[in-house]
């Protein structure tokens, strides 16, 4: 069985905030939520507390509440935080990740803890960075790990290593048990670190086994240059791979795509879109700038224009949305209607080839085929109290500026008059009008009023 410790307790000092480290967020995620995100397979996960613990619990609780948690009083460092873990572990092998590591693999994880199942006492993450300044520096002999030096305490010559400690390791229980106590604080810091683990296992003849890993993988958070720069790496790092697999994405570094995202081919992406979530885009689509899509499943060939909203949306093929448009959760859009600009929809089905293209608030809404709904129409769906539904049946016009007072249906091939404020259900194909009549005064236009009022002659 294996136990996580995920060690999320420090203050992250040169963050220079008032949030604690871990919840500092990237994009939709937090630092701690994309680890957490990949220890899924561990039978028992573990995170260490500290520094804002009850924000940290807090946070951690509603999302993953399966995951138990363990009190560092005080941050004396990376092995002290373990050890505050042990009494709660009960698995034979204990996987060790640092809670501000969010680019790290599952993949990477899997293959550590199975270095170490497979018969050996210890593995440990590590990668080869083209600037390895603030990692701890990993010195190799026979294989097997004699040294991890940290940045503060590293020689000149050390500090030119640049293989380093990605700080992900998977120790047997029972190495931890005996070697986590013998431990000294006696370094520049005054901090118990783990990493003076890997030269007490390599004199026992235990030595940890370096897994190499992706170099992005080791990129840790400790300023807020390094929150931005692992954000660019993990959004570049989707587009990339999307790109490999015959999406077009127009400007890489100005595309924010989360990682489970899935997308068919030859969809086109504009610059300065974000797509989060659980959402799967078919092929074919396009989806234009400043666009933000969440939670949302677009069939192939969608089209969804300049500056449009989505969240929990599922659209057919070949519907066309915005420019403009805000779509709000449990809208359902069929084959090939449409929704045009500055148009709000929630919680409401649009049936097929039924368009609403400019200046609407459709909410709790049944809308059939081929209806036709005018600029200005907005649905009443709410008294004060209670949200109430309004059903438009196939083939119904309604004319622009409609108020729909629900509950309220409007019969199939009805036809509602420009203007309306209907407050009673229309049976099938009728004309519906509230109409004050119009008045005319001939003669008392603009000239009238300027001199009456206020004396100009024209
Ligand atoms: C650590 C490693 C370094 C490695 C780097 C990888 C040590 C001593 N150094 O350095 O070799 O290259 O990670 O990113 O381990 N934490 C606690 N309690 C504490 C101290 C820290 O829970 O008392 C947590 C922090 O919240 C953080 C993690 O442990 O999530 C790592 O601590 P941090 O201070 O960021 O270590 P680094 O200096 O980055
Ligand atoms: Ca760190």
């Known amino acids: 069985m294996v136990s996580c410790v995920v060690l999320a307790a420090g203050k992250g000092t040169r963050m220079k905030s008032d949030i604690p480290k871990v919840l500092h967020s990237l994009g939709e995620k937090t630092l701690l939520g994309c680890v957490l995100g990949k220890c899924g397979f561990c039978q028992e996960i573990i995170v260490?507390?500290?520094?804002?613990?009850e924000k940290v619990r807090s946070y951690v609780g509603k999302r993953f509440p399966k995951v138990k948690f363990a009190y560092q009083k005080e941050q004396l460092g990376t092995a002290h935080a373990l050890m505050c873990a042990m009494d709660q572990v009960s698995g034979d092998l204990v996987l060790v990740i640092p809670g501000d590591m969010p680019l790290v693999e599952r993949d990477s994880l899997l293959k550590v803890v199975e270095t170490v199942r497979s018969g050996g006492y210890g593995a440990v993450l590590v990668c080869r960075l083209d600037d390895p300044t603030g990692y701890g520096r990993v010195i190799l002999k026979d294989g097997?790990?004699?040294?991890?030096?940290?940045?503060?305490?590293?020689?000149?010559?050390?500090?030119?290593?640049?293989?380093?400690?990605?700080?992900?390791?998977?120790?047997?229980?029972?190495?931890?048990?005996?070697?986590?106590?013998?431990?000294?604080?006696?370094?520049?810091?005054?901090?118990?670190?783990?990493?003076?683990?890997?030269?007490?296992?390599?004199?026992?003849?235990?030595?940890?086994?370096?897994?190499?890993g992706k170099p992005h993988e080791g990129m840790g958070v400790n300023s807020r240059k390094q929150l931005a720069e692992v954000y660019r790496v993990m959004s570049l790092k989707k587009v990339e791979q999307l790109m490999d697999m015959g999406i077009t994405v127009l400007s890489p570094e100005n595309t924010f795509i989360d990682e489970e995202v899935e997308i068919?081919?030859?969809?086109?992406?504009?610059?300065?879109?974000?797509?989060?979530?659980?959402?799967?885009?078919?092929?074919?689509?396009?989806?234009?700038?400043?666009?933000?899509?969440?939670?949302?499943?677009?069939?192939?060939?969608?089209?969804?224009?300049e500056h449009s909203v989505l969240e929990q949306v599922q659209a057919e093929d070949g519907v066309s949305i915005g420019p403009f448009a805000r779509l709000r959760p449990?809208?359902?859009?069929?084959?090939?209607?449409?929704i045009g600009n500055f148009v709000e929809v929630k919680k409401s089905v649009i049936g097929?080839?039924?368009?609403?293209?400019?200046?609407?608030?459709?909410?709790?809404?049944?809308?059939?085929?081929d209806v036709n709904i005018g600029a200005g129409t907005i649905t009443c769906n709410y008294d004060g109290v209670k949200k109430h539904p309004t059903v438009i049946e196939d083939g119904v016009f309604i004319g622009s500026d409609t108020q729909l007072v629900a509950p309220v249906k409007v019969g199939r091939g009805s036809l509602v008059g420009a203007g309306s404020t209907i407050t009673k259900d229309i049976p099938p194909d009728s004309l519906a009008l509230t109409r004050a009549p119009l008045r005319v005064f001939e003669g008392k236009g603009m000239r009238y009023f300027k001199k009456k009022k206020y004396g100009i002659e024209e």
Do not use: W
């Open 330 to 338: 449990g809208t359902v859009l069929k084959k090939g209607s449409r």
């Open 48 to 53: 260490v507390l500290g520094h804002g613990a």
């Open 352 to 369: 097929e080839n039924s368009k609403a293209n400019h200046l609407a608030y459709i909410g709790d809404a049944t809308v059939g085929k």
């Open 264 to 305: 068919g081919r030859d969809t086109v992406i504009y610059p300065f879109v974000f797509i989060h979530g659980k959402t799967i885009l078919g092929s074919g689509c396009v989806i234009k700038p400043f666009c933000v899509i969440k939670d949302s499943k677009l069939g192939d060939g969608v089209i969804v224009n």
């Open 144 to 212: 097997k790990v004699a040294e991890v030096v940290e940045e503060t305490e590293a020689t000149p010559e050390q500090k030119g290593i640049n293989l380093v400690n990605a700080g992900v390791y998977c120790f047997r229980r029972d190495v931890l048990e005996e070697l986590l106590p013998l431990i000294k604080d006696d370094n520049s810091k005054g901090e118990f670190y783990l990493t003076d683990i890997a030269s007490l296992m390599f004199e026992r003849g235990m030595g940890l086994v370096p897994v190499e």
